[in-house]
């Protein structure tokens, strides 16, 4: 799954590898951004969710980060249910309580990530999802950087590809510790 090049490899970066590896973070902080974008959307389309976020003050965001929060839940819990479905042939054990288990176990996981990305937020320390986003891909460079040095070793790959890559990591990581 991992460098694909399709959605599945997309998500596996963004969960910092722990999708490819069906880690019981493999949701990442994917549920909470989903959920964050759809209620920025429905603030739009709801009297009510519009009047929380305009005129409910610090109390009615916080309703507005419950609502969030709930939302992110549900919807972990949807794409676990995808996710062990998807992956049911790879299964050792196809039982309905081990499907249970691992529906649960990963949208325990989701929920996990995005309590550490609330305290991360609180302690003042920046914005959590945006930084565990950046560490999880961050944390894929060793891996990614010994696979592309095999594939230059083994031939597979021109030394000289090697430099634009370096400029354009270089390049995003400045820009987001810029931003």
């Given at each position: 799954?991992?460098?694909?090049?399709?959605?599945?490899?997309?998500?596996?970066?963004?969960?910092?590898?722990?999708?490819?590896?069906?880690?019981?973070?493999?949701?990442?902080?994917?549920?909470?951004?989903?959920?964050?974008?759809?209620?920025?959307?429905?603030?739009?389309?709801?009297?009510?969710?519009?009047?929380?976020?305009?005129?409910?003050?610090?109390?009615?965001?916080?309703?507005?980060?419950?609502?969030?929060?709930?939302?992110?839940?549900?919807?972990?819990?949807?794409?676990?249910?995808?996710?062990?479905?998807?992956?049911?042939s790879y299964m050792?054990?196809?039982?309905?309580?081990?499907?249970?288990?691992?529906?649960?176990?990963?949208?325990?996981?989701?929920?996990?990530?995005?309590?550490?990305?609330?305290?991360?937020?609180?302690?003042?320390?920046?914005?959590?999802?945006?930084?565990?986003?950046?560490?999880?891909?961050?944390?894929?460079?060793?891996?990614?950087?010994?696979?592309?040095?095999?594939?230059?070793?083994?031939?597979?790959?021109?030394?000289?590809?090697?430099?634009?890559?370096?400029?354009?990591?270089?390049?995003?990581?400045?820009?987001?510790?810029?931003?």
């Amino acid at each position: 799954v991992s460098g694909a090049g399709n959605l599945l490899g997309y998500l596996d970066i963004l969960s910092g590898g722990a999708f490819a590896n069906a880690t019981i973070f493999a949701l990442s902080i994917t549920p909470y951004i989903t959920s964050s974008i759809v209620i920025q959307l429905l603030t739009v389309a709801i009297p009510a969710l519009e009047r929380l976020s305009k005129e409910g003050g610090e109390e009615g965001r916080e309703k507005l980060k419950r609502i969030t929060r709930y939302v992110g839940i549900g919807l972990a819990l949807i794409m676990s249910i995808g996710m062990v479905m998807s992956l049911r042939s790879y299964m050792i054990t196809t039982d309905l309580l081990s499907k249970i288990t691992m529906v649960l176990t990963l949208t325990a996981g989701a929920c996990i990530v995005m309590w550490m990305g609330e305290k991360i937020t609180e302690k003042g320390i920046g914005n959590g999802v945006s930084l565990i986003i950046f560490v999880g891909i961050v944390a894929r460079l060793p891996v990614t950087a010994w696979s592309f040095m095999q594939n230059i070793f083994a031939g597979e790959v021109n030394a000289w590809a090697l430099l634009p890559i370096v400029v354009i990591y270089v390049a995003i990581v400045a820009g987001v510790v810029f931003i």
